[in-house]
């Protein structure tokens, strides 16, 4: 198993600005996810976060607006770039070995945007 | 299209009852089938994976069930505890793509009352 932990748990932010959320696991794994959920909604996939080359996104993400880096097997940022309210969400990281096997998650980045 | 479907949306049960959440899905290729619980705030955390081959499989008090020729699923809860209140989604796992992909339902929001 692996344990995933982000930084910050919750923040609140300003129109147009930007917040970096950091996903550390405890262990190293194949594939690092990043989602996000609205509120009473279930997961929706951002992109996966690919070692040492460009995230893949989903369609209707973009890297200018969700600019992902993964440097290493166990570290990955999502930046929330020129944030509106629309992006008041909760922004979930996740980790496995692959996307046909056990993927585990960590607690989430609440973000509200004011 | 690829759909994950859930019922009933939310539950209400009184503590020590037993309770059985559905899941329906059109999928294809079909991988395997997970039950993941989501506490308010948190992350969700994996009950069971199931593949195609395995038709019942449980974790302690949760059970769960996959009929790949009908593809339906469903989760038991035995003998339910104020601490299983929580949101269970089901995700179903497809081959396709360079990586494949996870189908999420929307989940059903539990609530066990005392």
């Given amino acids: 198993s692996a344990v995933i932990s982000q930084k910050p748990s919750r923040d609140i932010c300003q129109r147009g600005t930007s917040l970096t959320i950091q996903c550390q696991v405890d262990s190293q794994v194949t594939m690092m996810f990043w989602y996000r959920q609205q509120p009473g909604q279930s997961l929706t996939l951002i992109a996966t976060a690919n070692q040492g080359s460009e995230a893949t996104y989903e369609s209707g993400f973009v890297i200018d607006k969700f600019p992902i880096s993964r440097p290493n097997l166990t570290f990955s940022t999502l930046t929330v770039s020129n944030m509106s309210p629309e992006d008041s969400s909760i922004y979930l990281c996740s980790g496995g070995q692959g996307i046909h096997y056990e993927q585990y998650f960590g607690p989430g980045t609440r973000l509200t945007v004011t | ?114």
Wanted: net charge positive; hydrophobic share 30%.
């Fill in chain 2, 1 to 114: 299209k690829n759909q994950v479907e859930q019922s009933p949306q939310s539950l209400i049960i009184l503590e020590g009852k037993n309770c059985t959440l559905q899941c329906n899905y059109t999928v294809s290729p079909f991988s395997n089938l997970r039950w993941y619980k989501q506490d308010t705030g948190r992350g969700p955390v994996s009950l069971t994976i199931m593949t195609f081959s395995e038709n019942t499989k449980s974790n302690g008090r949760y059970t769960a069930t996959l009929d790949a020729d009908t593809k339906q699923s469903s989760l038991h809860i035995t003998a339910s505890q104020l601490s299983d209140s929580a949101s269970y989604i089901c995700v179903v796992s497809a081959y396709g793509g360079s990586q494949g992909n996870l189908i999420f339902g929307k989940g059903t929001k539990l609530s066990v009352k005392p």
